[in-house]
């Protein structure tokens, strides 16, 4: 049944798309234009070849929901891997970890968030000015490891232009029921001359936070009694008491996140220079995970209990030695930026970034130090902007540009799954666009080498991708657009060099040494349109992987642990999203405005089976109403079940998401606005089937937001 929905509705999508010129309109109003910057042609977003997403800071600020990645997790196309409010990774058409970079002005994040689920990204979303998302085809100049996309968080500490009067900043502070939350951040921004100065601080911090039942779900709670787990009366009584403290919160997800930045820039009429220094502080608790100690004078009753996910502090008093987990993060970041324009050249502008990171991570096991992680690391990118000139009966623009990159890794301690190893890389990338008004055409290449190195082994790769699009524009303010590419990704130290427990996959993972590059051939179909107020955009995709790459599950065991083996398979991924805004109803002097979002994709083995961690069929809608100061909305977000699920994967049950606020504008004039937010008011169980922990850890139960930001 919900292929034949699938189907429907990439039909009428597709319908909609090729009948733009119906629903277009001369004349219609046009909106400031917003420059898609993460893009080397720095076309505007109306214009952009491929489904991409800007989210401004107003947009960051009403959808704030813990790391970055659950804050743009609302938008088509894209979910998070939540590991509780702390680390989260984004994914994109089904696709994660080192599928999808995250780059912060341009540049790596320079982190350790891509080698595993619970290691958080040194990136928070209040210190963004925006947030520009890339899907598929269109992160082509990033290289194989945005095989899915680019998530670039653009957080203004470079300043790029002058300040708007003497000095300019921004406040925000935020409170939250659910897990007893603050957030505050601050920015300043002075000038003095031709150089401009930023400094700004986020400061984040929550307790364990709420959740509507049982921390386990109900499907993995039956297995693990039809497995047998409680074979005794003690093993009833002990489990039972389990249960119970891990119903109505999830233990161990506090956290605890603070950073500071400084940044100066020389402004000048046709570019600028400017330098930043970043420090990042965090400490947060590992939900769903507990170490058990070797020395534990109760071993038998410790291994019969193993399975069980949720055992806590009140294990110690039945003589078991569990400690929960918890990682201490630190790093610091420096970069450079800059940007020259008007050249007169064959180069009519330049722009240049570099990011120089020193990562390091600490997961204790209770007071105990476990496993050190860490990641020296710097990138290089450079883009040159060819001066557009007239060719045949078009105009033409083009970018080149190279970037070079160092990962030192390295991890210390008993569950060190990956050996330390060295990742060099460097790309040059060609782009091309003729423009020809009704229509036009854009094409890309990328060359990449991708060396990975360990102590015993060094593997090399070479990868080649290259995309070519056309687009047209059939009616005012339409624009449709075809994009064909063929994208190659190296392998990773971990897919390649996994020995070892995973604790947080709750997996014991081996790689494989012998791993060839993973290729995908892609097909997009995408669309924008506006009539009046009403936008439209979506877009239909498809893409055949060969070698695709993934840790499948052996029916073994190790460590007590399910062995997951790295290799490659053939496989398929195919969906759409798409969003519909617009108002519904106008009065004298309010309005009520709509959207609708919808995105759905299929990860299909070709041999048989399905891709795990696979997101379900999801639609949202949301009416606001705006009056005079006010603005009144409710948003309904709807799951379907996710039961196309691979081998050893549990499904995932369907859930429905309420929210409802208030924001209160009419001080605007004295820089205030004011937000009140009821989330999940029905109290609903949802887990996130993209999650490595969706059997134990729910999203945040019913939970009151209330937040105030001044501008001065």
Same mark, same amino acid.
């Given at each position: 049944?919900?292929?034949?929905?699938?189907?429907?509705?990439?039909?009428?999508?597709?319908?909609?798309?090729?009948?733009?010129?119906?629903?277009?309109?001369?004349?219609?109003?046009?909106?400031?234009?917003?420059?898609?910057?993460?893009?080397?042609?720095?076309?505007?977003?109306?214009?952009?070849?491929?489904?991409?997403?800007?989210?401004?800071?107003?947009?960051?600020?009403?959808?704030?929901?813990?790391?970055?990645?659950?804050?743009?997790?609302?938008?088509?196309?894209?979910?998070?891997?939540?590991?509780?409010?702390?680390?989260?990774?984004?994914?994109?058409?089904?696709?994660?970890?080192?599928?999808?970079?995250?780059?912060?002005?341009?540049?790596?994040?320079?982190?350790?968030?891509?080698?595993?689920?619970?290691?958080?990204?040194?990136?928070?979303?209040?210190?963004?000015?925006?947030?520009?998302?890339?899907?598929?085809?269109?992160?082509?100049?990033?290289?194989?490891?945005?095989?899915?996309?680019?998530?670039?968080?653009?957080?203004?500490?470079?300043?790029?232009?002058?300040?708007?009067?003497?000095?300019?900043?921004?406040?925000?502070?935020?409170?939250?029921?659910?897990?007893?939350?603050?957030?505050?951040?601050?920015?300043?921004?002075?000038?003095?001359?031709?150089?401009?100065?930023?400094?700004?601080?986020?400061?984040?911090?929550?307790?364990?936070?709420?959740?509507?039942?049982?921390?386990?779900?109900?499907?993995?709670?039956?297995?693990?009694?039809? &497995?047998?787990?409680? !074979? +005794? /009366? $003690? @093993?009833? %009584? =002990? #489990?039972?008491?389990? *249960?119970?403290?891990?119903?109505?919160?999830?233990?161990?997800?506090?956290?605890?996140?603070?950073?500071?930045?400084?940044?100066?820039?020389?402004?000048?009429?046709?570019?600028?220079?400017?330098?930043?220094?970043?420090?990042?502080?965090?400490?947060?608790?590992?939900?769903?995970?507990?170490?058990?100690?070797? &020395?534990?004078?109760? !071993? +038998? /009753? $410790? @291994?019969? %209990? =193993? #399975?069980?996910?949720? *055992?806590?502090?009140?294990?110690?008093?039945?003589?078991?030695?569990?400690?929960?987990?918890?990682?201490?993060?630190?790093?610091?970041?420096?970069?450079?930026?800059?940007?020259?324009?008007?050249?007169?050249?064959?180069?009519?502008?330049?722009?240049?970034?570099?990011?120089?990171?020193?990562?390091?991570?600490? &997961?204790?096991?209770? !007071?105990?130090?476990?496993?050190?992680?860490?990641?020296?690391?710097? *990138?290089?990118?450079?883009?040159?902007?060819?001066?557009?000139?007239?060719?045949?009966?078009?105009?033409?623009?083009?970018?080149?540009?190279?970037?070079?990159?160092?990962?030192?890794?390295?991890?210390?301690?008993?569950?060190?799954?990956?050996?330390?190893?060295?990742?060099?890389?460097?790309?040059?990338?060609?782009?091309?666009?003729? !423009?020809?008004?009704?229509?036009?055409?854009?094409?890309?290449?990328?060359?990449?080498?991708?060396?990975?190195?360990?102590?015993?082994?060094?593997?090399?790769?070479?990868?080649?991708?290259?995309?070519?699009?056309?687009?047209?524009?059939?009616?005012?303010?339409?624009?449709?657009?075809?994009?064909?590419?063929?994208?190659?990704?190296?392998?990773?130290?971990?897919?390649?060099?996994?020995?070892?427990?995973?604790?947080?996959?709750?997996?014991?993972?081996?790689?494989?040494?012998?791993?060839?590059?993973?290729?995908?051939?892609?097909?997009?179909?995408?669309?924008?349109?506006?009539?009046?107020?009403?936008?439209?955009?979506?877009?239909?995709?498809?893409?055949?992987?060969?070698?695709?790459?993934?840790?499948?599950?052996?029916?073994?065991?190790?460590?007590?642990?399910?062995?997951?083996?790295?290799?490659?398979?053939?496989?398929?991924?195919?969906?759409?999203?798409?969003?519909?805004?617009?108002?519904?109803?106008?009065?004298?002097?309010?309005?009520?405005?709509?959207?609708?979002?919808?995105?759905?994709?299929?990860?299909?083995?070709?041999?048989?089976?399905?891709?795990?961690?696979?997101?379900?069929?999801?639609?949202?809608?949301?009416?606001?109403?705006?009056?005079?100061?006010?603005?009144?909305?409710?948003?309904?977000?709807?799951?379907?079940?996710?039961?196309?699920?691979?081998?050893?994967?549990?499904?995932?049950?369907?859930?429905?998401?309420?929210?409802?606020?208030?924001?209160?504008?009419?001080?605007?004039?004295?820089?205030?606005?004011?937000?009140?937010?009821?989330?999940?008011?029905?109290?609903?169980?949802?887990?996130?089937?993209?999650?490595?922990?969706?059997?134990?850890?729910?999203?945040?139960?019913?939970?009151?937001?209330?937040?105030?930001?001044?501008?001065?």
């Amino acid at each position: 049944m919900r292929h034949l929905l699938a189907t429907t509705v990439l039909s009428s999508t597709a319908l909609v798309a090729l009948s733009v010129p119906t629903f277009a309109q001369d004349g219609d109003p046009v909106e400031d234009v917003i420059v898609v910057t993460t893009s080397p042609l720095g076309v505007s977003l109306d214009e952009a070849v491929g489904f991409v997403d800007v989210v401004d800071q107003d947009h960051i600020e009403e959808h704030l929901s813990g790391s970055i990645a659950d804050t743009i997790a609302h938008e088509p196309g894209v979910s998070t891997t939540f590991f509780g409010p702390a680390a989260s990774r984004p994914v994109i058409r089904g696709l994660g970890a080192d599928r999808v970079r995250i780059l912060v002005n341009g540049v790596d994040s320079i982190d350790a968030s891509s080698n595993s689920p619970d290691h958080a990204v040194a990136s928070e979303a209040l210190e963004a000015e925006r947030v520009e998302i890339l899907r598929g085809p269109a992160a082509i100049a990033y290289g194989g490891g945005a095989i899915g996309g680019v998530v670039n968080v653009i957080d203004g500490r470079i300043p790029e232009g002058p300040v708007d009067g003497v000095v300019d900043g921004r406040l925000y502070a935020q409170t939250t029921s659910v897990d007893e939350g603050e957030n505050l951040a601050g920015r300043v921004r002075f000038g003095a001359g031709n150089f401009v100065f930023n400094f700004d601080g986020v400061y984040r911090d929550g307790d364990d936070y709420e959740i509507p039942g049982f921390a386990e779900s109900e499907i993995a709670r039956l297995l693990e009694e039809a &497995e047998g787990d409680h !074979d +005794d /009366d $003690h @093993d009833d %009584d =002990h #489990d039972h008491e389990d *249960e119970e403290e891990a119903y109505g919160t999830v233990e161990n997800s506090r956290y605890r996140f603070e950073t500071f930045s400084g940044g100066m820039s020389w402004i000048g009429e046709n570019g600028f220079f400017g330098v930043s220094y970043k420090t990042t502080e965090a400490n947060y608790g590992v939900p769903g995970h507990h170490h058990h100690h070797e &020395e534990d004078e109760h !071993d +038998d /009753d $410790h @291994d019969d %209990d =193993h #399975d069980d996910d949720h *055992e806590d502090d009140h294990d110690d008093e039945h003589g078991e030695e569990e400690e929960l987990v918890s990682i201490d993060l630190e790093q610091t970041r420096y970069d450079i930026r800059g940007e020259m324009r008007n050249l007169g050249g064959t180069f009519d502008r330049v722009k240049f970034a570099a990011g120089f990171g020193d990562y390091e991570h600490t &997961e204790f096991e209770g !007071d105990e130090t476990g496993t050190i992680f860490s990641n020296e690391g710097w *990138e290089v990118r450079v883009e040159g902007g060819l001066a557009e000139r007239e060719f045949q009966g078009g105009v033409l623009d083009g970018a080149a540009g190279l970037q070079v990159s160092s990962r030192d890794f390295a991890a210390i301690g008993e569950e060190a799954f990956v050996p330390a190893s060295v990742t060099d890389e460097w790309g040059a990338f060609l782009l091309q666009r003729w !423009d020809q008004g009704q229509w036009g055409l854009e094409g890309g290449l990328r060359y990449g080498s991708h060396d990975v190195e360990t102590a015993s082994i060094t593997r090399d790769f070479e990868t080649i991708s290259a995309s070519g699009s056309v687009f047209f524009r059939p009616a005012d303010n339409a624009f449709v657009s075809v994009t064909l590419a063929h994208a190659e990704r190296a392998p990773t130290d971990v897919e390649l060099f996994a020995e070892g427990p995973h604790i947080a996959t709750n997996s014991f993972e081996v790689g494989d040494a012998n791993l060839d590059t993973e290729s995908a051939l892609s097909l997009e179909l995408s669309a924008r349109f506006r009539r009046g107020d009403w936008t439209f955009e979506g877009a239909i995709f498809t893409a055949e992987y060969d070698g695709f790459i993934e840790a499948f599950a052996t029916g073994e065991e190790e460590d007590e642990l399910p062995v997951f083996e790295y290799r490659q398979e053939d496989a398929s991924l195919s969906g759409f999203e798409g969003r519909i805004t617009g108002p519904v109803y106008a009065g004298d002097g309010w309005v009520v405005n709509s959207e609708l979002t919808a995105e759905y994709v299929n990860g299909e083995l070709d041999g048989g089976g399905n891709l795990p961690r696979i997101p379900p069929l999801t639609l949202s809608g949301g009416l606001e109403l705006e009056l005079t100061d006010h603005a009144f909305g409710v948003d309904v977000t709807w799951a379907d079940v996710q039961d196309e699920v691979s081998e050893f994967e549990n499904k995932t049950q369907s859930y429905v998401l309420v929210d409802a606020g208030w924001t209160y504008s009419g001080l605007a004039d004295h820089g205030l606005r004011f937000i009140l937010q009821g989330r999940n008011l029905t109290d609903e169980e949802a887990r996130v089937h993209a999650s490595f922990l969706k059997d134990q850890l729910p999203l945040p139960g019913r939970n009151v937001r209330a937040a105030v930001i001044f501008d001065f």
